[in-house]
């Protein structure tokens, strides 16, 4: 049974520039969440979809949005890169409705601005 | 606002010396509370969703509690293995609230 999947692993943009990372959910999974985690800080919540919907959203600009596919699986766009966006991106899976249920994380994007 | 804190920070253990990693939480109400362990440069790896205070959770050398402010991850004869930053987080009641709120994490080092 795969577990999370992320792609890439490592990015280097350029500031200004747009990126898109990708993630498939944990077999049986319906709902994507995404997290930014700084060095040696906690994961923060980006936004969250279910049913190809964004059902939540972080305190995040609108530089950063996504998408659901009817499969399951999402994307991040961050447009007009900036330093701060440096960080390792995270991924999490989960299962129902209630958003309830314990989160499996994939192995991240470590995404480098410069 | 709703808001997590870990201590301590970092922690260094000789290998069979157990203690205990703090969790506290200020929410309107708790959903549910899950403790995760993150190795360096990987994705966290769940470990123990908690749901209501006096619940309790057992997985090898670890032991997650839960009261209405705080957690508890109590660890056992720690071995070397068991290295890494344990992270605690919360999903908080209200409506439409699918936002899971994280710690900074403790860092924690067992030493052979």
């Known amino acids: 049974d795969a577990g999370v999947t992320q792609s890439p692993t490592h990015l280097i943009k350029t500031r200004g520039q747009q990126v898109t990372l990708r993630c498939s959910p944990k077999s049986g999974h319906d709902t994507v969440s995404w997290y930014q985690q700084a060095l040696g800080q906690g994961p923060q919540f980006i936004f969250q979809y279910y049913e190809e919907e964004e059902r939540q959203r972080g305190n995040f600009p609108d530089r950063f949005s996504g998408h659901q596919f009817p499969n399951y699986s999402s994307e991040l766009n961050v447009n007009a890169l900036l330093l701060g966006d440096s960080a390792l991106y995270l991924c999490?899976?989960?299962?129902?409705?209630?958003?309830?249920?314990?989160?499996?994380f994939g192995p991240g994007t470590r995404l480098t601005v410069t | 606002e709703d808001q997590v804190t870990q201590s301590p920070e970092a922690l260094r253990l000789q290998e069979g010396e157990s203690s205990s990693l703090n969790c506290s939480y200020t929410?309107?109400?708790?959903?549910?509370l899950f403790w995760y362990r993150q190795d360096p440069g990987k994705g966290p790896e769940f470990l123990f969703t908690l749901y209501s205070a006096g619940e309790e959770k057992e997985k090898e050398r670890l032991k997650a509690t839960l009261t209405k402010k705080e957690s508890f991850l109590h660890i056992t004869a720690p071995k070397p293995e068991d290295s890494a930053t344990y992270l605690c987080?919360?999903?908080?009641w209200g409506s439409g609230t699918y936002k899971y709120i994280f710690g900074t994490g403790t860092r924690l080092k067992v030493l052979a």
């Open positions: 999490a899976s989960s299962l129902g409705a209630s958003g309830l249920y314990e989160q499996y």
């Open positions: 987080a919360v999903l908080p």
């Open positions: 929410v309107s109400g708790l959903r549910g």
